[in-house]
C-alpha cells in the first residue's frame, strides 16, 4: 500500500487509524486461497455424504449457495491479484473474517452445535494467533465466541428426511460450546506465543548473522591491508629511489628539483600509512591464529576508553613457565566476548575484570565487574534474546544498551559455535551489606572451551620447507 503523499487529503484507511497496520510478517494471499479451497472441498463433501448416505433432509439449494459465496470469493482473488500478492495486516484480517462468518452461515443452515463440523470455527482463529498482531487476534477470536454463541442458539434444526430431529442432549450441547470456547482462546494464546518466540528467534537469529558478517568483512579487510601493504612496498621504494637520484641530477635546477622531491615525500607519506594501516592486519598466521591473550585484549580494546576501569589477568606476564596457547582468530569469539565485555562495561560501577586461564583441557575466560549483577529472576534465561522490553530510565543511562538481552544472546550464539560453554552467575551474597561486599560484586560470565575446539597446533615457524619436482 502506498503512503499517501504530504499535504494531500487521500482518506486513510479506517482499519490502519484503529492499530491494525501493516507489519512485515505479512500473509501470502495464495496460502490463504489454497485453505480456502481445501475448506470449499470439505464442505462441499460433506454436505453431499450427509444427504446422499444419511438421508439427512438439507436444503442443498442454500447450502451450496454458502459454499459457492466462498468459491466466488477464491476466483475473484485469483484473477484480481496476482499470485505471489502478500496482504497487510487489515486484508489477513478481513479475508478471515470472512471465513469464519461463512462457515458461521454454512453451520446456521446445518444445525448449528449439533453438527460436529462445528469445531472447525477454530481454524480461522488459530491461523489469527500465528500471522496477525494482538489487536486483531483479539477481535476475530470474540466474533468466532460471538457467532458460535448465535449459531447456538439459532439455527435451522437437523432432520432426517423421516421428519426425525437429530440433536445432542442439552447438557452437550453446553459442553460442545464451551469445549469451542476455550479452545478458541487456549489455541490462540498457544499459537501466539510460539509464533512469537520462533519469530523473536528469527529476528536475533539475523542480527546475529549481520553481527558475524560484520566482523568478518573487518577480519577479511585487514588481510587485504596487509596484502596491499606488502605488494606496494617494492615499487614505492622504487619510486623513492629514482626521485632521489632525480633529485640529485637537478641540484643547478631548483624549479625542478622541487617537483622530484615532492614526488620522494610523497612516496614516504604513503609508505607510512600503509605501515600503519598494515599494523591492523597482519599477514599469514597471525591472520589466523593468536595466543589467547591477545585474542582477549583485542576484544575488549573498543571498550578501554569508556570511563571504567578494565583489569586483565591474562597469564601474559613476561618469565611465566607454561607457554600461552595460540587460538583460532575466528570472528566469531572476538565479537562475541566483545559483546561480554561491552555488557559488563555498561553495568559496572567503576571496575571490569577479564582473566583467562588455560589448563590441560580447557580454556577459560571469565568476565566480571562491580556492577549490581544479573537480575535473581532471570539469571536461569539469560543469553534468551528479547528478554527484557527497554525501560526510559535504562535507556537515559546507558543510551547505548538495548536492554533486551539481544547483545548477550548474540554472544551466546556466536561463541557456542566455536565449541564454548557459557555460564551466567553472581558474585555476591544478596545478604552482604554494601561495605561487606567484594570488589568483584556483580555479574560473572564464564566462557570455557575445549583446547582441542579452538587451539592451534604448534608449527616451526614459516613451516618446513618442501622439495619442489620439475
Same mark, same amino acid.
Given at each position: 500500500?502506498? /503512503? !499517501? ?6 482518506p486513510?484507511?479506517p ?15 495464495r ?7 481445501? %475448506? ?7 454436505? +453431499?455424504?450427509?444427504?446422499r ?10 447450502c ?12 475473484a482473488?485469483?484473477?484480481?491479484f496476482?499470485?505471489?500478492t ?15 462468518? /461463512?462457515?458461521? *452461515?454454512l453451520l ?7 453438527? !460436529?463440523?462445528? *469445531?472447525?470455527?477454530?481454524?480461522? %482463529?488459530?491461523i489469527? %494467533?500465528?500471522?496477525?498482531?494482538a489487536?486483531?487476534?483479539?477481535l ?39 469445549a469451542?470456547?476455550i ?6 494464546? +498457544?499459537?501466539r ?37 606488502h605488494?606496494?612496498?617494492?615499487? *614505492? ?8 637520484e632525480?633529485?640529485?641530477?637537478l641540484?643547478?635546477r ?13 612516496a ?5 600509512? *600503509? ?14 591464529? %593468536?595466543p ?9 580494546e @573498543? ?5 571504567k576501569a ?9 618469565g611465566?613457565?607454561?607457554? /600461552? ?5 575466528? !570472528? ?8 561480554l565485555?561491552q ?7 567503576a571496575?571490569?575484570w577479564?582473566?583467562?586461564d588455560?589448563?590441560?583441557r ?6 566480571a ?5 544479573? !537480575? ?8 534468551d534474546? +528479547?528478554?527484557?522490553r527497554?525501560?526510559e530510565?535504562?535507556?537515559e543511562?546507558? @543510551?547505548? +544498551? ?14 557456542e559455535r ?12 544478596p545478604?552482604l ?23 592451534v ?13 620439475i
Amino acid at each position: 500500500m502506498s /503512503q !499517501p503523499a504530504a499535504g494531500s487529503n487521500a482518506p486513510t484507511d479506517p482499519l490502519d487509524s484503529m492499530g491494525f497496520s501493516g507489519r512485515g510478517d505479512w500473509v501470502r494471499l495464495r496460502t490463504l486461497v489454497l485453505l480456502r479451497w481445501t %475448506a470449499i472441498l470439505g464442505q462441499a463433501s460433506a454436505i +453431499y455424504v450427509a444427504w446422499r448416505f444419511y438421508a439427512i433432509d438439507l436444503d442443498l439449494a442454500v447450502c451450496f449457495l454458502v459454499v459457492g459465496a466462498a468459491v466466488v470469493v477464491n476466483l475473484a482473488a485469483g484473477f484480481a491479484f496476482p499470485q505471489n500478492t502478500r496482504l497487510g495486516e487489515a486484508a489477513a484480517m478481513l479475508t478471515l473474517l470472512f471465513d469464519t462468518s /461463512q462457515l458461521a *452461515l454454512l453451520l446456521y443452515f446445518t444445525g448449528g452445535l449439533d453438527n !460436529p463440523f462445528a *469445531l472447525l470455527m477454530l481454524a480461522p %482463529a488459530t491461523i489469527a %494467533a500465528t500471522a496477525l498482531q494482538a489487536r486483531a487476534t483479539v477481535l476475530l477470536g470474540l466474533v468466532t465466541i460471538a457467532l458460535v454463541t448465535l449459531v447456538a442458539f439459532v439455527h435451522v434444526p437437523l432432520r432426517t428426511r423421516s421428519g426425525d430431529v437429530i440433536a445432542v442432549p442439552a447438557v452437550f450441547g453446553f459442553g460442545f460450546w464451551l469445549a469451542i470456547v476455550i479452545g478458541v482462546v487456549f489455541l490462540g494464546l +498457544y499459537a501466539r506465543r510460539v509464533a512469537s518466540e520462533i519469530r523473536l528467534m528469527g529476528d536475533a537469529l539475523l542480527a546475529t548473522q549481520m553481527a558475524l558478517a560484520r566482523e568478518q568483512k573487518l577480519t577479511d579487510l585487514g588481510g587485504v591491508i596487509a596484502a596491499a601493504a606488502h605488494e606496494l612496498g617494492t615499487p *614505492l621504494a622504487t619510486i623513492k629511489l629514482a626521485s632521489v637520484e632525480l633529485a640529485h641530477d637537478l641540484a643547478d635546477r631548483p624549479e625542478l628539483r622541487s617537483d622530484a622531491e615532492l614526488i620522494r615525500d610523497q612516496a614516504d607519506r604513503c609508505r607510512d600509512i *600503509l605501515r600503519s594501516m598494515g599494523r591492523a592486519g597482519k599477514v599469514d598466521q597471525h591472520m589466523r591464529s %593468536a595466543p589467547i591473550s591477545m585474542i582477549v585484549r583485542e576484544a575488549a580494546e @573498543p571498550h578501554l576508553g569508556r570511563g571504567k576501569a578494565l583489569h586483565f589477568d591474562l597469564g601474559d606476564v613476561p618469565g611465566t613457565s607454561e607457554p /600461552q596457547p595460540h587460538v583460532q582468530r575466528k !570472528p566469531e569469539i572476538i565479537h562475541g566476548l566483545r559483546n561480554l565485555v561491552q555488557n559488563a562495561v555498561d553495568f559496572a560501577r567503576a571496575e571490569v575484570w577479564v582473566d583467562a586461564d588455560w589448563s590441560d583441557r580447557d580454556i577459560t575466560v571469565v568476565i566480571a565487574d562491580d556492577g549490581e549483577g544479573f !537480575p535473581a529472576h532471570l539469571l536461569g534465561r539469560i543469553g534468551d534474546p +528479547y528478554l527484557l522490553r527497554r525501560r526510559e530510565d535504562a535507556a537515559e543511562r546507558r @543510551p547505548e +544498551y538495548d536492554g533486551m538481552g539481544l547483545g548477550l544472546f548474540i554472544a551466546k550464539t556466536l561463541l557456542e559455535r566455536t565449541g564454548a560453554r557459557l555460564s551466567f552467575a553472581n558474585a555476591f551474597d544478596p545478604f552482604l551489606t554494601e561495605d561487606e561486599r567484594p570488589a568483584r560484586s556483580g555479574a560473572v560470565v564464564t566462557v570455557r572451551w575445549p583446547r582441542e575446539r579452538i587451539e592451534v597446533p604448534k608449527s616451526g615457524g614459516l613451516g618446513e620447507n618442501r622439495h619442489i619436482v620439475i
